[in-house]
């Protein structure tokens, strides 16, 4: 059966339509050198179902489930248990199929539940306000540099050395094609004192992490205050949203704009996405924030009801005066973790952060009393960094044939003189005693 219904005669009315001779010269401005020309090496041309399936099974067993073996990952995602609940609820059909509430008044089942995610992401983040969701932690990064510029009319951004490179780099590319200018400063375990001396009168904002990519803790109060004496705007990052269980909140250290990445709850690992942006700003700033805002109102008969307020995205088509080039939220993604919030609640998400701790400082103490190993963060939540003898991805594949996913080596999230022996390891609540010993077995092993 073929997959593509369009017949010849189909398609030479399409091309007659849009004024061509053949399909080939829809891609005339594509470089000859950069076509594809032939079959792809290797890739038969034709096979049957039942062949297809095999073959996608045989692959799939290369893969290693996180669950299946000691998993100790980290770096911007990570395994935490997501109760079947979570997964039940997002599946009803009212859930599952709504997408874009543009008619309020068939979707306020969709809407509301918009409203109660901003809530509680306000709520978790110690913010005015949250908008429905970005797609994910790296692309929250990146609206919030250019929603500062907008804010302060300046185009300087400095980027601390304890921001995930991943979120560094998408921030880099739409500050870029924004027309801004990137200062980031030299990697770093912790730096506050050099972003703070990096700051002038262009300065439009200062983007730091809480807990950084090597799990550093850090109180940006003072930074802050600092920052915004200078007229700057400071942006604080996270990729670990159940740390704010325990740890203070962005809002309640002076942030004005705070973006992260809100997979940790709700949300499973489901190979790299879809995750879901968490975006809160100040009150005063709401009207320059990117992405939806669901508000709360009442109908003609004075019912409660939830409509999108301010301004969507889709209503100022034209560039110049959009706030951002996001055309919808993730969802589905932001109802899981809402859901997952509330079965929490705030003391559950309060004893979810302390297992959490709790599980990184026995980890910590097993690894870092080996010959070799040096514990390098000073401070940390669930994440720490170390320093393993020799190159800490030689390291993490040791491990791995020995059936232990022992960590992911900075080097993997970017290439930087002295950090090659540098190993982030994580744990949460789903690590048992029985994992931390065979890691720590495993690492001695190895180096």
Known sequence: MRYLPLTPSDRAQMLARVGVNSIDALFQDVPAFARFDGPIAGLPLAQGELAVERHMQRLSHASVAAGSVPFFCGAG?????????????????E??????????EMAQGTVQTLFEFQTQVAGLLACDVANASMYDGSTACAEAVVMAARITKRRKVVFSGGLHPHYRR???TLAKHSGLDIAGLPIAIDDEAAVLAAVDQDTACVVVQCPNVFGTLTDFTELARAVQAKGALLIAIFTEAVAFGLVKPPGDMGADIVAGEGQSIGNALNFGGP??????????YVRQMPGRLAGETVDADGNRGFVLTLSTREQHIRRDKA?????????????????????????GLKHLAQLNHEAACETADAVSTLE????????FFNEFAVRVPGSAAKVVDAMAAEGVLGGVPYSRLRQEPGFDDVLLIAATETTTADDIAALADTLKKVI
């Not at 859930?95 to 309020?104: A, C, V």
């Not at 899981?336 to 705030?346: E, P, Y």
């Not at 070799?372 to 401070?379: Q, R, W």
């Open 323 to 347: 706030t951002s080039n996001i055309c919808t939220n993730s969802g589905l993604c932001a109802l899981a973790f809402s859901i997952h919030m509330t079965l929490l609640g705030d003391k």
């Open 372 to 379: 070799g190993v040096e514990l390098v963060s000073p401070s």
């Open 170 to 172: 998408s921030a880099r």
């Open 77 to 93: 995602a990570y395994r935490h248990a997501v109760p079947a609940s979570v997964d039940h609820l997002i599946q009803r059909s």
């Open 275 to 284: 995750y879901v942006g968490l975006f809160a700003t100040k009150d005063k």
């Open 95 to 104: 859930f599952l199929t709504t997408y874009t509430p543009y008619q309020p």
